[in-house]
């Protein structure tokens, strides 16, 4: 695939990953996290490795360790309720530079950094190499009902008409000397948001003519029939592979 | 454009006898329409605001079907049982390529009307290729609609359309909003294809210069038919339709240039 069709998260590439099935890449990342989620937190050396299984594969997609930390972005709401959780924590406590911290809290607040910081990052590698049609491809292949693959598709497409309407009609209000500051004027806004459903609904109609000129039967054709080679599935499961022995080591070693 | 004679005598590519409808609503909108296209013809469907023409291109592949009178594609009758040949026989583009383009990529949406006829794998790629190769956009079969340009997004749109092998392509406004290079671009394509061509446009050079005849409506009737450079001069019948050429535009000087082969439209 190329060209410039991907979402605001997707690192232009063409490296092995990049084009791996994408429904071999959905069910790798869900089984990833499922194992990271699932080790224990006392195995401080496991985390260690599967930080090292996700920067194994950004560099096998030759994604730029920094376009992926600064995706990290997304887990600051985490990350600061997780340094909350040590100083309202229960039970023993320790004296860390004068301040009084719970133990429990201390572990509730690694457990979530940790865990958190790698399912972003796995996360954040999915969407880098993965474009918005291979999501869909990939959720039709895995036998996600055809009605919500067509949903997510039409809102797919037709999200930046919508929102270019928005921006027309902003602008047409603006030159028109609203401000939008004033409660009064609350009521264009309300105007603007019904006008805009009638236009959607009405492009609605327009689609569904459309789709009928060109055979359609109520029932969208499936959009690919390759399916994912073997080979494939093993190298997108790969670093689930590694993972899943650390993970039960981990458990071994704690009981 | 002549057709060959052995084409017109297997009978004309499209029919519409005494075409009548209403809206549910009780607005009549045709009184009897009667129109007959040959195989290969070029054809411009041209009368101001309201005339009906809308509602006749929707009867075409039945999307609204005949109330009074028929409509026939290549001698096939539009009715219900066969409404899927009908609608394969019948390329309908419409005019706003964002109502067209529904899928997220080009090549799935090419690839939608082709699928709907059962095609896939190899066959269906082989179509979206050849019809994006035929509106010279094959470069761009992974991209997103909304990623195209306007004029490109007008020529993927005659692409999903010719994906089908339709035997009448039917274009609504084809040169609407389209800047004066995307406009002679699309010309050009569409004088390249091998089809018979019904066109609905309030472009009056764009419709002599690629029609050679025009069907003028009005009132939900067709009230002429003929050569285009004739409908053009003729100033009683142009003004009792609302119809007016642009300023500064002769199209009796732009018929010879066109038979002449010469002129700025016609260049590669």
Same mark, same amino acid.
């Given at each position: 695939?190329? /060209?410039?069709?991907?979402?605001? +998260?997707?690192?232009? /590439?063409?490296?092995?990953?990049?084009?791996?099935?994408?429904?071999?890449?959905?069910?790798?990342?869900?089984?990833?996290?499922?194992?990271?989620?699932?080790?224990?937190?006392?195995?401080?050396?496991?985390?260690?490795?599967?930080?090292?299984?996700?920067?194994?594969?950004? &560099?096998?997609?030759?994604?730029?360790?920094?376009?992926?930390?600064?995706?990290?972005?997304?887990?600051?709401?985490?990350?600061?309720?997780?340094?909350?959780?040590?100083?309202?924590?229960?039970?023993?406590?320790?004296?860390?530079?004068?301040?009084? !911290?719970?133990?429990? /809290?201390?572990?509730?607040?690694?457990?979530?950094? &940790?865990?958190?910081?790698?399912?972003?990052?796995?996360?954040?590698?999915?969407?880098?190499?993965?474009?918005?049609?291979?999501?869909?491809?990939?959720?039709?292949? !895995?036998?996600?009902?055809?009605?919500?693959?067509?949903?997510?598709?039409?809102?797919?497409?037709?999200?930046?008409?919508?929102?270019?309407?928005?921006?027309?009609?902003?602008?047409?209000? +603006?030159?028109?000397?609203?401000?939008?500051?004033?409660?009064?004027?609350?009521?264009?806004?309300?105007?603007?948001?019904?006008?805009?459903?009638?236009?959607?609904?009405?492009?609605?109609?327009?689609?569904?003519?459309?789709? !009928?000129?060109?055979?359609?039967? /109520?029932?969208?054709?499936?959009?690919?029939?390759?399916?994912?080679?073997?080979?494939?599935?093993?190298?997108?499961?790969?670093?689930?592979?590694?993972?899943?022995?650390?993970?039960?080591?981990?458990?071994?070693?704690?009981? | 454009?002549?057709?060959?004679?052995?084409?017109?005598?297997?009978?004309?590519?499209?029919?519409?006898?005494? @075409?009548?409808?209403?809206?549910?609503?009780?607005?009549?909108?045709?009184?009897?329409?009667?129109?007959?296209?040959?195989?290969?013809?070029?054809?411009? @469907?041209?009368?101001?605001?309201?005339?009906?023409?809308?509602?006749?291109?929707? #009867?075409?592949?039945?999307?609204?079907?005949?109330?009074?009178?028929?409509?026939?594609?290549?001698? @096939? %009758?539009?009715?219900?049982?066969?409404?899927?040949?009908?609608? $394969?026989?019948?390329?309908?583009?419409?005019?706003?390529?964002?109502?067209?383009?529904?899928?997220?990529?080009?090549?799935?949406?090419?690839?939608?009307? %082709?699928?709907?006829?059962?095609?896939?794998?190899?066959?269906?790629?082989?179509?979206?290729?050849?019809?994006?190769?035929?509106?010279?956009?094959?470069?761009?079969?992974?991209?997103?609609? #909304?990623?195209?340009?306007?004029?490109?997004?007008?020529?993927?749109?005659?692409?999903?359309?010719?994906?089908?092998? %339709?035997?009448? @392509?039917?274009?609504?406004?084809?040169?609407?909003?389209?800047?004066?290079?995307?406009? $002679?671009?699309?010309?050009?394509?569409?004088?390249?294809?091998?089809?018979?061509?019904?066109?609905?446009?309030?472009?009056?050079?764009?419709?002599?210069?690629?029609?050679?005849?025009?069907?003028?409506?009005?009132?939900?009737?067709?009230?002429?038919?003929?050569?285009?450079?004739?409908?053009?001069?003729?100033?009683?019948?142009?003004?009792?339709?609302?119809?007016?050429?642009?300023?500064?535009?002769?199209?009796?000087?732009?018929?010879?240039?066109?038979?002449?082969?010469?002129?700025?439209?016609?260049?590669?």
């Amino acid at each position: 695939m190329s /060209g410039s069709h991907a979402h605001a +998260l997707y690192y232009h /590439g063409h490296s092995a990953v990049h084009r791996l099935a994408p429904e071999t890449k959905l069910v790798a990342q869900v089984l990833f996290v499922l194992t990271v989620v699932a080790t224990p937190r006392e195995a401080f050396w496991a985390f260690g490795l599967y930080a090292c299984i996700v920067l194994a594969a950004a &560099a096998a997609a030759a994604i730029p360790i920094g376009f992926l930390l600064r995706r990290l972005a997304i887990e600051v709401p985490f990350v600061a309720f997780a340094f909350f959780l040590p100083l309202v924590g229960q039970g023993e406590r320790v004296d860390v530079l004068g301040i009084s !911290l719970s133990v429990e /809290g201390l572990w509730g607040a690694w457990n979530i950094l &940790a865990k958190a910081t790698i399912g972003v990052m796995a996360s954040a590698l999915l969407a880098s190499t993965t474009t918005t049609a291979e999501f869909l491809t990939g959720f039709d292949r !895995l036998h996600v009902p055809r009605a919500l693959t067509s949903i997510a598709s039409f809102m797919v497409r037709y999200m930046d008409v919508i929102a270019d309407d928005v921006r027309r009609m902003r602008i047409a209000r +603006l030159s028109r000397g609203f401000e939008g500051r004033w409660i009064w004027q609350a009521r264009a806004i309300g105007q603007t948001a019904g006008a805009l459903f009638i236009r959607a609904y009405e492009r609605g109609e327009r689609v569904y003519l459309a789709m !009928l000129s060109r055979g359609y039967a /109520g029932t969208m054709p499936e959009i690919g029939e390759v399916r994912a080679t073997p080979r494939q599935w093993l190298t997108a499961l790969a670093p689930t592979f590694v993972a899943l022995p650390v993970c039960v080591l981990a458990w071994m070693q704690r009981s | 454009m002549t057709e060959p004679a052995d084409q017109v005598a297997r009978g004309p590519a499209l029919e519409v006898k005494d @075409l009548a409808f209403a809206y549910p609503g009780g607005t009549q909108a045709l009184f009897g329409v009667d129109l007959a296209i040959g195989r290969g013809e070029r054809v411009a @469907l041209l009368g101001p605001n309201g005339a009906g023409k809308s509602t006749l291109v929707l #009867h075409l592949n039945g999307v609204y079907q005949a109330q009074v009178g028929w409509v026939r594609v290549g001698g @096939l %009758p539009v009715v219900e049982d066969h409404m899927r040949e009908v609608r $394969r026989r019948v390329g309908i583009v419409f005019q706003d390529p964002d109502d067209q383009l529904f899928m997220p990529t080009v090549r799935d949406d090419v690839g939608f009307g %082709p699928a709907n006829l059962g095609l896939r794998g190899d066959e269906l790629e082989e179509r979206v290729v050849e019809a994006l190769t035929a509106v010279g956009m094959e470069a761009f079969a992974d991209r997103a609609p #909304h990623h195209l340009s306007f004029g490109q997004r007008r020529r993927v749109s005659v692409a999903t359309v010719l994906a089908m092998r %339709p035997q009448i @392509l039917v274009l609504d406004e084809p040169s609407s909003n389209l800047d004066p290079a995307s406009r $002679r671009e699309l010309a050009d394509i569409l004088r390249s294809l091998d089809i018979t061509m019904l066109m609905v446009t309030h472009d009056l050079p764009y419709a002599l210069e690629l029609c050679p005849r025009s069907l003028v409506m009005n009132e939900g009737t067709i009230v002429a038919d003929g050569p285009t450079a004739e409908i053009l001069a003729d100033e009683p019948l142009m003004a009792a339709n609302r119809l007016e050429l642009p300023f500064g535009f002769f199209p009796a000087l732009a018929d010879a240039e066109r038979r002449q082969g010469g002129g700025r439209s016609t260049e590669r």
